[in-house]
């Protein structure tokens, strides 16, 4: 894993990333990792010696090619899997389920299909509320009310019509049905968001549009993202902060399955134009070299020089 404050050119400088003593420790795994029987090919290791601490109101990019186990890492600090060695915590609390403290994001996003959009977005909180208060309460009908108009101004947020409020998930194209399920997740304001490729099956424009929408709600309400994704462009342009997973390979079994972790450098430029800087363009190339040095391609290729790449790892 490189650990160390890297140089690429006058302009450009990456500093370890560490968490600064002021802020909280919001999700931590210490020598986590995991693995499976696979029949007769023995056991299946899919992360090994990840050890990772992440601060309050950081945005991670976690980055790597198909199988190196990033969706996999997301489900373990959800809760939904579980390690074979080593402790997660979120909130500095054992993971021993799916936490209701994290909000999920996955990449091939589940609506309700017999409820409307707005119906989707405020089922989480409407349906807690209701067990605490009963429904027949007119402090729940208050709070409805207000749930109502939270939901609808999030989803006018993410891109969507009022006339596509009342309307049901297999009447939405694709895109559309993403932006509800990040607007679904947002609104039960959690502490920790995992979002897991929540733009891959997106064309490039809306994908966009998604990318500076996310930037500007995290910017203003700080919540811990933690970001799953295979596009080097994307983690870079959102992450305060990028791992870079590799996949685990037999004969060096001890090695952690994380190959980077960085800060990446904070800009003044404004978003959309980042992309366009030569320092964004030096950190991509060089992050892009790693990725493809360390993966399965590479070794099985073996040659030293990576394919031509549009912002890509696969």
Known sequence: ?????????????????????????????????????????????VLSSIN????????????????CGKSTMLRLILGQEFPTAGTIEVDCKPVTKIDARCGYVPQKYSL???????????????NMKSRMLGRLRPSFRHFRKELRDQATAYLLRMGLRSQDLGKYPHQLSGGMQQRVAIAQALLMRPAVLLMDEAFSALDSATRASLQEQLHTIWR??????????HNTQE???LGTRLILLGRHQEEQAQRSSVLLDMEVPSTRLAFGQR????????????VKQIAYKSSSLHREEDTA??????????
């Open 305 to 314: 020089q990576p394919p031509t790449v549009e912002g890509n790892l696969q």
């Open 112 to 126: 309700f299909p017999d409820r409307t959009v707005l119906g989707n977005v405020m089922y989480g909180p409407e």
């Open 1 to 45: 894993m490189v650990s160390v404050a890297l140089k690429l050119g006058p302009a450009l400088e990456f500093p370890p990333a560490a968490v600064p003593a002021s802020r909280r420790i919001e999700i931590s795994l210490r020598d986590v990792a995991l693995s499976y029987p696979a029949g007769g090919e023995g056991v299946k290791t």
């Open 235 to 237: 983690a870079l342009l």
């Open 52 to 67: 990772l601490e992440i601060a309050q109101g950081e945005f991670v990019a976690v980055l790597g090619e198909t199988g």
């Open 275 to 286: 992309i366009h800087s030569h320092e964004f363009h030096e950190l991509h190339e060089y």
């Open 220 to 229: 203003e309400s700080r919540p811990t993202i933690v970001f799953v994704t």
